[in-house]
Nanobody, 123 residues
Framework: QLQASGGGLVQAGGSLRLSCAASGRTFRSLFMAWFRQAPGKGREFVAIISWSGGRAYYADSVKGRFTISRDNSKNTVYLQMNSLKPEDTAVYYC??????????????????WGQGTLVTVSS
């Protein structure tokens, strides 16, 4: 089970940190990711982190502004979001999967999902 938190209202240029707490013993074996879904749009990939935290992948739209990290001792993954833009407004979801078939940015391929947390960036 995944529980996302940390969303809220922020002005453009501001920062937020999202957290996703996982229950269960499988967290350390999972790749973890953040996806987002803006109003009227499909769910899109934001960032992925490997089970060890040694590798991270980012969507071009957030590269250099967002940082994904994880603390396996706390079963938690984070998304630090800086220099936020109005177009970052969306519901952000954390996801987990063993990714035995390799890295995928397709949301349908991910098995475990959190409930989503709303991020609103005002201009």
């Amino acid at each position: 089970q995944l529980q996302a938190s940390g969303g809220g209202l922020v002005q453009a240029g501001g920062s937020l940190r999202l957290s996703c707490a996982a229950s269960g013993r499988t967290f350390r074996s999972l790749f973890m990711a953040w996806f987002r879904q803006a109003p009227g749009k499909g769910r899109e990939f934001v960032a992925i982190i490997s089970w060890s935290g040694g590798r991270a992948y980012y969507a071009d739209s957030v590269k250099g502004r967002f940082t994904i990290s994880r603390d396996n001792s706390k079963n938690t993954v984070y998304l630090q979001m800086n220099s936020l833009k109005p177009e970052d407004t969306a519901v952000y979801y954390c996801a987990g999967d063993p990714l035995n078939g390799g890295i995928t940015y397709v949301s349908d391929k991910w098995e475990y999902w959190g409930q989503g947390t709303l991020v609103t960036v005002s201009s």
